[in-house]
Structures are given as structure tokens and as C-alpha cells.
T-cell receptor, first 113, second 111 residues
């Protein structure tokens, strides 16, 4: 398996633009997590899905952020409109069951100018 | 509030010596703890874990110690190698499926 795939790897956009980050989980993994990494707060959980259903979105910063998982092979994290404070590295991680050993993708580095 | 804290943002250790990375937590419901390692431009990778029913878990050069009364865990790396230079994240979980991560400690192992 290729592991968790994220795209794009880097995204530079202007304030106010819509940004969409994508994640393809490991086949057979039914948990998917979206994280944001910043220097100040480390790795923050934004939202997670189980069997394509959002379970906990309490970490989503505000209504500008939304996430979907239309099927077991694909998830998106959307920011609209983007702001400079959204600049961070965003990770997707998956796991196959009642284990906490999550497998992370390589991340998307987002820069909002 | 930070339920998982790594108070040392960085640590520098000479090759061959012991590296000790520390982590404190506040939630007494946490019962499973993990350490992840992260290299630049890569995602974190799982390193070692420990359940709250144990106070020590060892895997090769890596040992994790858990002190439940102090709500403290530590990762020992012996001997440290240059390839261990990375950011180390402590994580904890309780009665949900999610992990709570700390802010990370950057370890540098120099020759």
C-alpha cells in the first residue's frame, strides 16, 4: 500500500481565497483524522470520521472550516475564506480499528498571504 | 487548555549518551500513551506506546516510563544516534477514539 496520500504538498494562496486539501486513506482503514500542526499548539485534532461519518468536529476552529468524506477512499478539508492565521501544516491520518497507532500522510503546508 | 504538555521545546544530546524526553498530562481518564517521531517534511510515525496498567515498556533503544501518580511519562533513548534527531510528540488517549498530542520536543543528537 502507498500509505496515506495527501495533496497538494504545498499550497500558497491569498487571503480570502478558498483552499481545498485532499486525503486518500490507506485501504481498509475506517478511521480518518485531520490535524493541524503549529509551533504554538503542536498537533491539534480538527475532526475525525469513522466509516465516513463525522464523529467529532469540536476541534474545527470556526465555520470557515469544513470537512467531508464522501466515500471510504477520499476526504477533503476546505477553508473558505482563508486567512493568514490558517497558515500551518495540515495532516491526515488513518487507522484500521481500535488501535491508536495512527498512520500519517506527509502533510500539506499551507501558506496564506 | 493543553491536556498534554511537553515543556521542553528542544533538547541537544551527544551521540552515544542518553536522551530523555518528558511529557506531562492533566486528564486522569487517559489510559494509553504513545510517542511519535517526526522528520522534516514527513508525517509523524509511531514509535512506542504504553498502557496505564504498565509503568515501563521497552523496544530496543527506546523505553517509555509512566508515572501515573505524577501524571508524567518519559521517553529514554539509549544510546542516542544522529538519526534520532527529529521532533518527538507525546500523545494520550482515554475513553474516545482520538489522540491528544503535545507540542513536541525537537531532539538534536550531535557527534
Amino acid at each position: 500500500d502507498a500509505g496515506v496520500i495527501q495533496s497538494p504538498r504545498h499550497e500558497v494562496t491569498e487571503m480570502g481565497q478558498e483552499v481545498t486539501l485532499r486525503c486518500k486513506p490507506i485501504s481498509g482503514h475506517d478511521y480518518l483524522f485531520w490535524y493541524r500542526q503549529t509551533m504554538m499548539r503542536g498537533l491539534e485534532l480538527l475532526i475525525y470520521f469513522n466509516n465516513n461519518v463525522p464523529i467529532d468536529d469540536s476541534g474545527m476552529p470556526e465555520d470557515r472550516f469544513s470537512a467531508k468524506m464522501p466515500n471510504a477512499s477520499f476526504s477533503t478539508l476546505k477553508i473558505q475564506p482563508s486567512e493568514p492565521r490558517d497558515s500551518a501544516v495540515y495532516f491526515c491520518a488513518t487507522t484500521g480499528g481500535p488501535t491508536y497507532e495512527q498512520y500519517f500522510g506527509p502533510g500539506t503546508r499551507l501558506t496564506v498571504t | 487548555d493543553q491536556q498534554v504538555k511537553q515543556n521542553s521545546p528542544s533538547l541537544s544530546v551527544q551521540e552515544g549518551r542518553i536522551s530523555i524526553l518528558n511529557c506531562d498530562y492533566t486528564n486522569s481518564m487517559f489510559d494509553y500513551f504513545l510517542w511519535y517521531k517526526k522528520y522534516p517534511a514527513e508525517g509523524p510515525t509511531f514509535l512506542i506506546s504504553i498502557s496505564s496498567i504498565k509503568d515501563k515498556n521497552e523496544d530496543g533503544r527506546f523505553t517509555v516510563f509512566l508515572n501515573k501518580s505524577a501524571k508524567h511519562l518519559s521517553l529514554h533513548i539509549v544510546p542516542s544516534q544522529p538519526g534520532d534527531s527529529a521532533v518527538y510528540f507525546c500523545a494520550a488517549s482515554g475513553d474516545t477514539d482520538k489522540l491528544i498530542f503535545g507540542t513536541g520536543t525537537r531532539l538534536q543528537v550531535f557527534p
